[in-house]
């Protein structure tokens, strides 16, 4: 199905045809349709973990009573999604493992994609993998046509900035991404549990310099790691059946102590693994780049 022109110019081939010349030029809409078409190669979707996030939902609710200036923030953000991306206006959120910066970079990623917006979603050390796998023999691009892929897309999403080992190399492919995006202006949502000084001497002063060009001030998100809080489960009041606190009333009525031992609950964890992999059967590999079939495979 052909895309409808944007701009009611064109059929949506991105060509208008001149029926007295009979030719054809480019149409208005051409320069996005091309920018989209490269940045679909490192497009991302939203994690399985992360994809009916809403501000209605938890963990959304405990973050807001724990964090109330952040999520307010993020609501102003997301309601002028458009407006921000199209300024190349960022955010990046910092503070303790757990409090839920990559719950609200989520969110925010979530909708720009509801707003038909490119969006290129990777933790820092997978990103990096791939920038390295561009050497690799049966790779489809070059490491500057990745790059090049990763600035095209309308909000790029980086999360847990500070988990990578640094070296030079990284320092000066980082510094590349983000200052190649802050001359474009392309915004960037970003996450890091590293205070200023412990970024800066991690990824260098001039990315940090960037980063706040982009993104202004970080938005810091403390308090207890939820992570740890949601395996801890509290006694249950007496009942009258005069079942211990938080057994269940097997364990009483069979008086056997191994039933406390072996009695399985419900976890919930809301901040683990936020960037696992899919195993959904859909033709972009979250986190990869695309690669060519070795010669001589079928």
């Known amino acids: 199905m052909t895309a409808v022109c944007p701009d009611r110019r064109c059929d949506g081939s991105g060509f208008v045809l ?80 757990g409090t839920g910066k990559t719950t609200l970079a989520m969110l925010i990623s979530k909708a720009a994609i509801q707003a038909d917006r490119t969006v290129a979603i990777y933790s820092l050390p997978r990103l990096l993998a791939m920038l390295r796998e561009t050497y690799d023999d049966d790779s489809e691009l070059s490491l500057n046509g990745l790059i090049d892929r990763l600035c095209a897309v ?10 990578e080992q640094s070296s030079p190399w990284v320092l000066e492919q980082l510094y590349t991404i983000v200052n190649t995006r802050y001359e474009e202006d392309r915004a960037i949502v970003l996450t890091t549990n590293l205070d200023d000084t412990a970024l800066r001497a991690q990824i260098g002063d001039r990315t940090v310099s960037r980063l706040y060009e982009i993104c202004g001030d970080p938005l810091a998100l403390y308090g207890e790691d939820r992570r740890m809080e949601a395996d801890i489960r509290m006694p249950e009041a007496s009942s009258r059946s005069g079942v211990e606190p938080g057994w269940p009333a097997s364990a009483a009525k069979a008086g056997d102590d191994d039933a406390r031992s072996t009695e399985v609950r419900p976890r919930w964890e809301p901040f683990a693994d936020p960037l696992a992999d899919d195993d959904d059967d859909e033709p972009l590999v979250y986190g990869r780049a695309p690669r060519r079939p070795k010669r001589g495979t079928a």
Do not use: M, Q
């Open 18 to 97: 001149d029926e007295t010349r009979r030719i054809a030029r480019p149409c208005s809409c051409r320069p996005a349709r091309l920018a989209r078409r490269k940045a679909a190669a490192v497009a991302g979707r939203i994690p399985r973990r992360y994809r009916e996030v809403s501000f209605d939902r938890e963990p959304l609710p405990s973050i807001e009573r724990s964090n109330p200036p952040v999520v307010r923030a993020v609501r102003r953000y997301v309601n002028s999604i458009g407006e921000r991306l199209d300024e190349g206006r960022g955010v990046w959120f910092r503070g303790d493992v």
């Open 154 to 163: 309308e909000l790029l999403h980086i999360d847990d900035v500070g988990a």
